[in-house]
């Protein structure tokens, strides 16, 4: 593991997945990770009911990660892969909070109450009759990401808004700055690349999923899901970190 990444959802991350991809950071572990690849939800279920993590296990094949839910353990990644370095994206936290109420909390509002849009139920159910663990979905970021990063109170704007600066502030003290960038996507290549000791690329920094483009992403995930059955793969005897 060479970066851990340290920011909520909803603060670049889908860019910067792409982007450390781009520079030979990757594979990038990112929520999407996790809905491809259906098995992954109980892994972190079951971190979230308390059981013993097994990292090397959870992200072998992996040299980076960002986005929850592994930003909900950021704090224990950077212990455990003390040699990584730690990316902490960051954004205006009036435009973060109306960007994730818009899209991780109305998804999660939606598939407790059931009220999704008609085409996301039936692709749901679809996928959920060939994926057995898709369902614990909704459990699994609700336990980490809205009850335990955002402390159970995402419905509280303010409180959610101090509870994203203070995140940020924790960060900045618990790892030395060295060890640290504390990063816009809107800054680009040259603080990143500088930061991980890479050239820049000769290409534009990737712009991805706005809140459009997060529900399509998701349908076509959904459909992928449907399409095909991904054989869970094997553990390495031993993965190197």
């Known amino acids: ?11 670049g ?8 991809e781009m520079l030979g ?6 929520m999407r990770a996790v809905i491809e690849e259906p098995f992954r939800i109980r892994q972190w279920l079951d971190v979230a ?23 909900a353990y950021w704090r224990e990644l950077a212990e455990h892969y003390p040699e990584a370095k730690v990316l902490l994206t960051v954004r205006d936290p009036e435009r973060w909070y109306e960007s994730a109420n818009a899209t ?8 407790w109450g059931d009220r999704r849009p008609l085409l996301r ?3 749901g159910r679809l996928a959920m009759r060939r994926h057995p663990e898709l369902p614990l979905f909704p459990t699994m970021t609700r336990k980490i990401v809205l009850e335990g990063a955002l ?3 995402s419905a509280d704007k303010a409180y959610t808004l101090g509870l994203f600066e203070r995140h940020i502030e924790e960060v900045k ?13 809107r800054e680009g290549w040259e603080p990143l690349c500088a930061f991980l000791g890479v050239p820049v690329p000769d290409e534009p920094f990737p712009r991805e999923n706005d809140r459009e483009a997060f529900q399509r992403a998701y349908n076509r995930v959904l459909l992928r899901l449907i399409l095909h059955r991904r054989a869970r793969p094997q553990t390495p005897a031993h993965a190197d970190s």
Request: glycine share 10%; with cysteine; aromatic share 10%.
């Open 1 to 11: 593991m060479k970066v851990i990444g340290a920011g909520f959802g909803r603060t």
């Open 25 to 30: 950071q990757g594979p990038c572990y990112h």
């Open 104 to 111: 991780i909390f109305a998804a999660n509002r939606q598939a």
């Open 151 to 153: 402390e159970g109170r």
């Open 173 to 185: 003290a618990a790892i030395p700055a060295d060890r640290l960038l504390v990063y816009e996507v």
């Open 13 to 20: 991350t889908a860019s910067l997945r792409t982007a450390l």
């Open 49 to 71: 009911e308390g059981a013993p993590p097994d990292w090397d296990t959870m992200l072998a094949g992996f040299q980076s990660a960002v986005d929850w839910p592994s930003a």
């Open 121 to 123: 139920r039936i692709l």
